[in-house]
């Protein structure tokens, strides 16, 4: 029996090693492509100047770097990547031309590059879902401060204030980063962009829990907070200091992103808020957007993919929730104004 189950263990972990794997790279045809650029420098008529190396490994015309354009030496393009970008395009013509669609290569669709920018599109709708939460914050900033009346030591009145000044904060940076990962991926842009989207995602569990519940007591609030935030932070630790498992990190994001949006949900059908209706149109534009990241598709002419489109569709659902935060701190702000007198 022993025998068997190491067998059994042994054909297992050779086909999750075959899923994990994308179909571009046992692309014979691709592979043998990849190495000669490697050794000559050259894919076809196109060459790389970073590719010509000495015997003792060095660069003949000096750092790779001081070669390039001005445009793309902060890019920090390789001879690697060049070889696998180009190698890349040039099978992706020949499969075209057999009638075959695109595949994947080292995990990625075969994107087209525009000035050094990996993915455009997706940097582009980053960029403007960056700008919308700035926006967002700025306005909410500007309603509490200059426009409802504060406490005698000029603090507001709205509860939750501050949760949500750090909820801005945490979605500038999260966004930030997916621009600059989306624009070049290597390793340390692929771990920011994704521990600042696990931070991001799971503080807003936090906050759906606490507003939803109404949990005002500071103690309450770290009672909540405290597990979860623990849980957070290992789980960050974990994909930049140990492995980075993205099957497992995909499932710690889509199972907060659904938790909140079913916690909001709840509390848009048993809550009398004003603007309960906003809360159904994240929740329900917001649940039909994850369909896209399920549902992947390559790049409609290099550039376009799902990834893209469902950044796409946060940025109207953006400028959505932040309207809700703002009238829920008018909502609060009013309600106890009236206590007070």
Known sequence: MDRYWVGF????????????ASAGDSDPIYRTCVGQCEKSGCVGQTCFSHCNFSSDGVSIDGPWYKQEPLYLQWKQWDCQSDCRYYCMLDREKEREALGHGPVKYHGKWPFKRVYGIQEPVSVAF?????????HGWLSFFILLYYKLPLKQDKKAYYEYASLWHIYGLLSLNSWFWSAVFHSRDVDLTEKLDYSSAVAFLG??????ILRSFNVRDEAARVMVAAPLLAFLTTHILFINFYKLDYGWNMQVCVVMAVAQLLLWAIWAGVTGHPSRWKLWVVVIGGGLAMLLE???????EGYVDAHALWHATTIPLTYIWWSFIRDDAEFRTSNLLKKVK
Not at 203 to 208: A, D, P, V
């Open 203 to 208: 503080y807003s569990l936090i906050m759906s």
């Open 9 to 20: 263990l042994l054909v297992f972990s050779c086909l999750v090693g075959a899923l994990e």
């Open 126 to 134: 980053s960029a403007l879902n960056l700008a919308m939460h700035f």
């Open 294 to 300: 399920i549902y992947d598709f390559p790049p409609y």
